[in-house]
């Protein structure tokens, strides 16, 4: 039987044969992971003898890696795939494939088949060992073809990784998620999860460290569960401190952390460690414990702030940010203003919040929902407004301080570049382009409610 690596074989002979080498072109929508596993999906076609291009209208391969986490993801996508039926009709050629979360759930998978026929390759998150078989199947018999398994088979190899920067870099350290929030589709597409052994990880990080990189995301749906299931006794703080002990000039981050597992270990680990940066994204969906519970969350409203309370006490102003569900099933007022309290007790640095969006497949599907869009839609604008005002004023305890950015794009103001500070906060610095991907220190000298801006001082 003939395994991945010899379709890359087959598949690069095909492209040598070119005169001059073929083009892919992939985007990834949704998290973190998804990037991360674009970035793979990029190697295996790099192997295969293809070029990355930015430019949609160059590639004689497109690659979607969708997200399903909301019904505006999975929109999103639609929208981007129906725009390829007319690049399709001009070259018969482009193949174009859909990957990801989106594509493991059937109904959807289903749905590309009948309605996109401009679609010539669909797998789900656990197939990406049976891509280059796919593509080497579309491209040679000129077929639709759809693989969407169940099955994982835990893939030790290692592949090259195309990355998309050459001085941040993620790594997976474990994929897939037990909890079943009651809203949430990971669990159905990403299936159980599985932690990566720890020498795996280490090596990984060693490499990036001795080719410069200066920081490094750690990722998983529920990264702080790292370690269960595996042969070795290994917990996540335990393996922080094992990264922080690696020679080089990096950062840590990592994300993201579920309340229910985030221990006081944790955070003595984040503090102690130099490389650690001073932050915790703690999605706490909703601050009412009504809700919570109806959520599955496995975690009150006081558990949570006892390990905030506990952090400040510590640092009275370590980072915070958060993910925030607005009208989960029959939430109410009532319900909302219990998460605005916590909100405003918090003083989160940044929060993400998301209007409620029902899941096929999920268990809170199945319950009826009385509370209107128009009211959900009103609480949103209230909790950013509120956020807003607290963003105003929190920021402004960094007034006159020096904090240490990361400079890693453009700004959109003229002149400026912009990066994140260790507290994961936008920061934006008038300075030269060549800054970009140099960690610096900055003394802020304004603030806004949505950034710092400061001078370069060293
Ligand atoms: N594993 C991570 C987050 C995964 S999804 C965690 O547990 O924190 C990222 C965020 O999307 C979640 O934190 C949640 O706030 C939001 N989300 C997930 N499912 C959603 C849904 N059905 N409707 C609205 N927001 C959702
Ligand atoms: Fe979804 Fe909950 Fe798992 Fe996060 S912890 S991925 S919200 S089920
Ligand atoms: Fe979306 Fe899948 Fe991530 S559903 S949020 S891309 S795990």
Redesign the pocket.
């Known amino acids: 039987m003939l395994t991945y690596k010899d379709y890359i074989s087959k598949v690069k002979n095909i492209n040598l044969k070119r005169e001059t080498p073929p083009l892919c072109y992939l985007h990834s929508f949704g998290?973190q992971q998804n990037v991360s596993d674009g970035e793979k999906i990029t190697g295996l076609l790099v192997d295969m003898g293809y070029g990355v291009t930015g430019d949609l209208r160059s590639a004689d391969i497109i690659i979607y890696n969708t997200c399903a986490?909301?019904e505006n993801a999975e929109m999103k996508v639609f929208g981007c795939v129906g725009e390829l039926k007319h690049l399709k009709e001009q070259n018969p050629e482009l193949i174009i494939g859909l990957c990801g979360c989106m594509m493991q759930q059937k109904h959807i998978a289903e749905k590309v088949q009948k309605t996109y026929k401009q679609v010539d390759i669909i797998f789900g998150t656990f197939a990406l060992n049976e891509f280059p078989k796919l593509l080497f199947e579309a491209i040679t018999n000129k077929k639709r073809i759809c693989e969407i398994t169940e099955n994982y088979t835990e893939n030790q190899e290692e592949y090259n990784i195309v990355r998309n920067s050459s001085f941040k870099a993620s790594v997976p350290i474990m994929n897939g998620?037990n909890?079943f929030?009651s809203?949430?589709?990971?669990p159905y597409v990403r299936g159980r999860e599985r932690s990566r052994n720890s020498s795996s990880v280490l090596n990984e990080i060693k490499q990036l460290a001795d080719s410069g990189y200066k920081e490094i995301m750690l990722l998983g749906?529920?990264v702080n569960s790292y370690g269960r299931g595996l042969d070795e006794k290994i917990i996540f703080p335990e393996l922080l401190r094992k990264i922080n002990g690696i020679d080089g000039d990096f950062k840590i981050r990592f994300?993201?952390?579920?309340p229910k597992d985030a221990t006081q270990e944790l955070i003595d680990t984040i503090i102690g460690c130099d490389k650690i940066c001073k932050h915790l994204?703690l999605?706490l969906?909703s601050g009412s414990n009504r809700i919570l519970k109806a959520m599955n969350r496995q975690y009150t409203i006081e558990q949570y702030m006892e390990i905030v309370n506990y952090a400040r006490s510590k640092i009275p102003d370590f980072s915070f940010t958060t993910?925030?569900?607005i009208g989960f099933p029959n939430e109410t007022y009532e319900d909302f203003l219990q998460t605005m309290q916590i909100v405003r007790q918090v003083k989160y640095d940044n929060i993400?919040?998301?209007?409620?969006?029902?899941?096929e497949g999920?268990k809170?599907a199945e319950f009826e929902d009385f509370t209107s869009f128009e009211d959900k839609s009103r609480w949103m604008r209230e909790l950013l407004q509120a956020q807003r005002e607290i963003s105003t004023e929190h920021y402004k305890r960094f007034n006159g301080r020096i904090l240490s950015v990361l400079f890693d794009a453009e700004s959109k103001t003229e002149g400026y570049i912009s990066g994140k500070s260790d507290e994961f906060i936008i920061v934006e610095s008038k300075a030269d382009k060549t800054v970009i991907g140099q960690r610096k220190s900055v003394k802020i000298t304004r603030t806004f409610n949505w950034a710092l801006q400061g001078e370069i001082i060293d």
Do not use: G, L, W
């Open positions: 998290c986490v909301r998620c909890n929030c809203y949430c589709i990971v749906q529920n994300m993201s952390s579920h994204h999605p969906q993910d925030i569900i993400y919040s998301f209007i409620y969006s029902k899941r999920t809170a």
